[in-house]
Each structure stands twice: as structure tokens, then as C-alpha cells.
């Protein structure tokens, strides 16, 4: 994959000081993440998919431009998450990172990926509303830690959650959006973080955080939910100013990549149910149990038979 080979050469330079210097506010984990996950699903599966979707492959500037967005997410998952970054202090962080006093090397090593994420930036006047955009999401998201939103309260958390942050990294492109867009893509973004949820509920309920997931007593539910929110971007996406073929092939890649193994996931679950009396009782469940192989062959085909039936 030549993202992966882009993040050695081209990421790896900014890395490697802070991997070496370490004063213990960064884990190889979050150097796993930037790397392996972050790194690549942005740039390699979404920043992809979009340049399939206009039918012109990436720029150099905007590959750029899109990983080192990518690269500071996790990071900044982990300054709200553990280190107790509230929303005026991140402003500071991402509106004067200049000016701004790191705490740490994490902080510190954020600062550096976000200034090179500005280098080629097409329009930073849009930008800094994204922003503004995205911390509010993260803000809003130390909710679940409490545990007491309501379903709606978490369905809209969820879409504002990955829909902030995929019209973030949507900026990253040169090409015009539209507004249409912006509604197909904020969606498509709240799905994928639906997803991450599903996949996650052993840990989310380890770490008691409060999701979709971990919430109900009905998986059925969730799928019917989770279905009607595919259909409802499939439906904003066929109205994209985009060739029909490419729209197509926009939809199968996250098909494959994305919806039909949360389907895999889900059928998981819900068998689980039957276990319990019918209703899904999350904390009777075991770690093996909860966590879907999405390595497993069988699970691989039924991935690749629900891709082509959404």
C-alpha cells in the first residue's frame, strides 16, 4: 500500500525524536496508532475512496496535508481522554500553536504534526470553523463518561462525533464541496463512528463509556438503526454531482471495508441474546465473547456476502 510507505518516509522523520526521548506521555501504542490505524484508514481508506469518488487520483499535497491530519487524531483522542484537555485549552492549542506551552512530549509532538497538517492546506479560513467544530465534538463526548444520555442524546453525539471529523479531513481535498456533500460525508461519518462503536463495546464497557452499544437491550434495534442510516447516506450520495460509476464504486469500498463487517459483528452479538433471556445484558458477557475475528474465514465470507446485499 503506498500509504503505508508514505507515512515511513514522510512521518516517520517527526516520530522517530519523540519514540526516542520519551518521557512517558507517549506509549508505543499511540505510535501504533498513528501509524497503523490512523495514518492509514484516513489517508488510505477515506482520502482513497474520495479521489475514486471525483475520479482523479491524490496530489501530493493533499496526501500530505491528509496524514498528518490523520496523525494527530489519536493524540487528541488521548489529551481529552487522559490528560484532562478541556475545550478553551485545546482552542489555544490548535489556534496558536506557536504560542502554546506543552506539558508534555504528547502535546508537544501534536503541535509539530498539526503546523505541517497547515502547510498545504487549502483554504485555512474554513478550517479553523472545523476546528472549532471537532473540539466541540470532543467536549461534548467526556458526556458518555457519565453515563446518563438519553438514546437520542447519544444517536446525535454519535453523527456529530464522526461527522465533525470526516468534514475535517474532507478539507484536506482541493476539489469544490457542496453542501449535498457535506450532508452525504457528515453522515457517512457519524456511521463510521457508530461502527468503531460496535466493534468497541467490550472496551467502551470496560472503560465505562457510555455508547449505542452499551446502552441497549436490543441489538436487533441497533441493526435497524444502523441499516437506515447506510440506506439514508447511499440515497444522499446517488444525489452527489459525481459520475454514477464512480458513486458506485465509492459505496462498495466502504462496504467492504466498513459496513458489512459491523453486520458480522452485529450477528455476534445478537446471538448472544438468545444466551440471555432474549434481551442483550452486557455485562454477562465475556471478553471473547464481545470481540468479533474479523480473521476468521467464516466470518470473512459472510463480510463479503452482506457487501454486495447492502
Not at 49 to 55: E, I, N, T
Not at 193 to 208: H, L, P, T, W
Amino acid at each position: 500500500m503506498y500509504q503505508y510507505w508514505y507515512i515511513k518516509r514522510s512521518l516517520q522523520p517527526y516520530l522517530s525524536p519523540f519514540e526516542k526521548r520519551n518521557d512517558g506521555s507517549l506509549s508505543k501504542k499511540d505510535f501504533d496508532k498513528i501509524r497503523k490505524y490512523y495514518g492509514l484508514a484516513v489517508t488510505g481508506i477515506l482520502g482513497e475512496s474520495l479521489c475514486v469518488l471525483r475520479g482523479k487520483g491524490m496530489t501530493s499535497k493533499e496526501r500530505h496535508t491528509s496524514t498528518f491530519q490523520a496523525s494527530i487524531t489519536g493524540l487528541i483522542d488521548d489529551y481529552f481522554d487522559e490528560y484532562g484537555m478541556t475545550k478553551e485549552r485545546m482552542q489555544s492549542f490548535y489556534m496558536n500553536p506557536d504560542t502554546y506551552n506543552a506539558q508534555n512530549d504528547a502535546e508537544q509532538l501534536g503541535l509539530i504534526l498539526l503546523k505541517e497538517s497547515f502547510k498545504y492546506h487549502p483554504d485555512t479560513n474554513s478550517l479553523v470553523k472545523l476546528m472549532h467544530e471537532v473540539n466541540q465534538a470532543q467536549a461534548d463526548s467526556l458526556l458518555q463518561e457519565k453515563g446518563n444520555l438519553t438514546t437520542q442524546q447519544l444517536k446525535n453525539l454519535t453523527l456529530f462525533k464522526g461527522g465533525s471529523s470526516f468534514l475535517y479531513f474532507r478539507s484536506a481535498f482541493h476539489h469544490q464541496i457542496t453542501d449535498k456533500e457535506k450532508e452525504a460525508l457528515y453522515l457517512l461519518g457519524g456511521i463510521t463512528q457508530f461502527s468503531n462503536d460496535i466493534f468497541d463495546v467490550y472496551k467502551d464497557r470496560e472503560a465505562a463509556v457510555q455508547t449505542l452499544l452499551t446502552s441497549t437491550r436490543s441489538i436487533r434495534e441497533v441493526r435497524l438503526y444502523y441499516n437506515q442510516l447506510i440506506q439514508e447516506f447511499k440515497s444522499k450520495l446517488e444525489g452527489l454531482p459525481y459520475k454514477n460509476v464512480s458513486k458506485r464504486k465509492f459505496f462498495m469500498q466502504y462496504s467492504l471495508m466498513v459496513f458489512s463487517r459491523c453486520f458480522v459483528c452485529l450477528d455476534q452479538l445478537e446471538s448472544l441474546e438468545k444466551t440471555t433471556d432474549g434481551a442483550f445484558q452486557l455485562h454477562h458477557y465475556k471478553r471473547e465473547e464481545l470481540i468479533c475475528d474479523m480473521e476468521k474465514i467464516g466470518n470473512l465470507w459472510k463480510s463479503l456476502v452482506y457487501a454486495v446485499t447492502i
